[in-house]
């Protein structure tokens, strides 16, 4: 297949500190041209994927410090413009919110497929009333029953951590070292807890934890060769990610209810 991929030109592909939106775009890109599909990427000059680039822009937007919010609002409409001129040329297009392909749907006989990375309830109803060709997918079930409409499909951006308690999974987990002074173990406990797990709860189950003192140990990344790690909860993307990937390994996403208590406890926690 011909497949055009389109972000925001906001931030680069893969994003250079924080976007896990730009992030998984990456690895799409990535993945399905391993596959054979033929692939485009219409994001910023500096993104540095291996399928073909279409940038109206050499950086990213918040990385230029010539960029203005109204250049922005121009560099987003005509990266979008850039695409759909020539949208016959794809058998699909898939886009990741906040891009404003909706409104450049109808211009093309080619299907839009947007994936809700986050998305307002009133926004989804407005494109699902004036853009009919524009179809949506989210990243959770919680998701499009926090938008009112779980006719959506959903494709997990990672796994369900609420499917793992349910069904009681016994996990080969790798995370930090615990201890009070280590801010990343606690990070990662509170969000378990939101989801009714806990380390405890995961050893009852007959599953494994292994401890690391940093992320890129080589305990690690052996058990992820090895087969003997299924799940890593930890920060340092940068020194494990990739492999995990290589390995089969997919990304979590959090669900609504979790970010938005995250806020709370955040300001608790000062």
Known sequence: MKIAQITSVYIS???KTHGGTERIVYYLCRD??????HVELFASGDSKVDCTLNAVVPIASQDDP??????EKEY???NTWNLYRQGERFDVIHAHWTTIVPYFSDLTTTPTLITYAYIEKEIHEYYKKHFP???PVCVSRAQARTLGDESIPVVYNGVDLDEIVKKKIPLRL???SSGVDNTTSYTVARILSLHGMSIAKIKSW???VSECPRPSSPERIEGIKKGKVNAIFDEGLNTWLDQALDYGFEVLSLEPRVS???GRWAIKGR
């Open 260 to 262: 938005s208590s995250w």
């Open 66 to 71: 010539r960029s203005t919010f109204y250049l």
């Open 32 to 37: 399905l041209r391993r596959r054979g599909h």
């Open 76 to 78: 987003e409409t005509r």
């Open 133 to 135: 060709k524009c179809l």
């Open 13 to 15: 592909v893969p994003p």
């Open 174 to 176: 790798s995370t930090r």
């Open 206 to 208: 007959r599953g494994t």
